[in-house]
């Protein structure tokens, strides 16, 4: 279905019986009652970043972090533990530009290492050599050489767009934080596109923005989906508060509006994934699915969600049942959507591995 912005923001306008319609339409033309998730292990390389978000608790400093940069002989175990739970997603994750830091400068010299982009590659093939799982990398901005590195070693990668509000660079949220600015990010995810790099990304809820900059947003990210087709997954993210933050006493995004955005997302991109983080909201998994969402992103068994460490993953089973209760079914994926599992998307190593994972999973 093709929407103009207008009747984008009719809809995040509808009331309460326009509503009702849109949910029953979406239930009832889904392809099917899947809703997916990716079984992970989160390794956060480095807490070091350049920017200084007012909602973040990811960053660190060198005087308080436990690990100035994760050597490659923690790396390998906190990977074999999780083959033993049956990951597939070996989740590289570090702060933009961290290389800039003089500390991670050395501490990559000792790994024969000149980047971090160097350094998550070794570790991706490594990965890829030596165990059954798929390595997807979320770093922040990098060039498109770099991009083109990365591809080589992994199934997918990912950044969140967040907003095409370039005023919010002014603002708490991303006054220092320069690799936000709206500009750098989808020239990033235009290169990811051209690179042909199955891609996630997403919008961040409640930082600020309008329902204008939402749809602003939502249409920019499908403009770049329709040249390159690379976007697997949306998510649709809500800021939540965290005690210690610039932004500690912000409110929540109402619970309306994230339901909204679910719905136009998934009126707007048919052929693409619509994820709502499960930690963030784990009483509202059911409410959400209704509302057009298919995707539940990464759920570690064993590692936290380093972005939110105070929201606990949902167990697995737990929200099985709940899927189940509205006739839904939760089923496993790769951190690559099936759909770009061919040598078009994937480089010879890694189209190879992920073939033998998808055969693994679906005969499961």
């Not at 991706?124 to 083109?148: C, E, F, R, V």
């Not at 959400?288 to 539940?296: P, Q, R, S």
Request: hydrophobic share 35%; net charge neutral.
């Amino acid at each position: 279905m093709t929407l103009s912005k207008t009747e984008a923001r009719n809809i995040l306008d509808f009331n309460l019986p326009d509503i009702l319609n849109l949910l029953k339409k979406i239930n009832t033309n889904r392809f099917n009652n899947n809703i997916t998730f990716s079984r992970n292990v989160f390794l956060p390389l480095t807490h070091i970043c350049q920017n200084n978000c007012g909602y973040c608790t990811f960053k660190e400093t060198p005087e308080n972090t436990d690990i100035l940069l994760m050597n490659p002989t923690q790396v390998d175990q906190q990977i074999f533990n999780a083959i033993n739970y049956k990951c597939t997603e070996a989740l590289f994750t570090f702060g933009e530009s961290a290389d800039k830091n003089e500390l991670i400068q050395e501490k990559l010299k000792e790994y024969h290492c000149e980047t971090m982009v160097d350094y998550v590659y070794k570790l991706s093939k490594a990965t890829l050599n030596n165990y059954d799982i798929l390595p997807h990398t979320n770093m922040g901005i990098i060039s498109k050489d770099q991009l083109h590195q990365l591809a080589k070693v992994n199934a997918s990668m990912g950044l969140m767009l967040e907003t095409t509000n370039k005023s919010l660079l002014k603002t708490i949220a991303h006054k220092d934080s320069p690799g936000k600015n709206p500009k750098k990010r989808i020239n990033y995810i235009k290169n990811a596109g051209k690179e042909k790099i199955p891609f996630t990304t997403g919008l961040l809820i409640g930082i600020g923005e309008s329902k204008e900059d939402h749809i602003d947003s939502l249409f920019e990210i499908k403009k770049l989906h329709e040249k390159y087709g690379h976007i697997q997954e949306i998510i649709i993210q809500n800021f939540t508060p965290k005690k210690g933050i610039p932004m500690e006493n912000y409110p929540e995004p109402p619970i309306i509006d994230l339901i909204k955005l679910t719905i136009l997302s998934n009126i707007m991109f048919p052929d693409v994934s619509i994820q709502i983080p499960p930690n963030l909201n784990q009483k509202l998994i059911s409410i959400f699915t209704i509302a057009g969402a298919d995707d539940l992103g990464g759920i570690s068994p064993i590692t936290k969600d380093y972005v939110n460490p105070d929201a606990p993953w949902p167990k697995i089973d737990e929200i099985k049942q709940e899927l189940n209760s509205i006739n839904y079914n939760l089923v496993e994926r790769l951190p690559v959507y099936k759909k770009y599992i061919n040598k078009n998307y994937l480089r010879e190593e890694v189209y190879e591995k992920t073939v033998k994972l998808q055969k693994r999973i679906e005969t499961n």
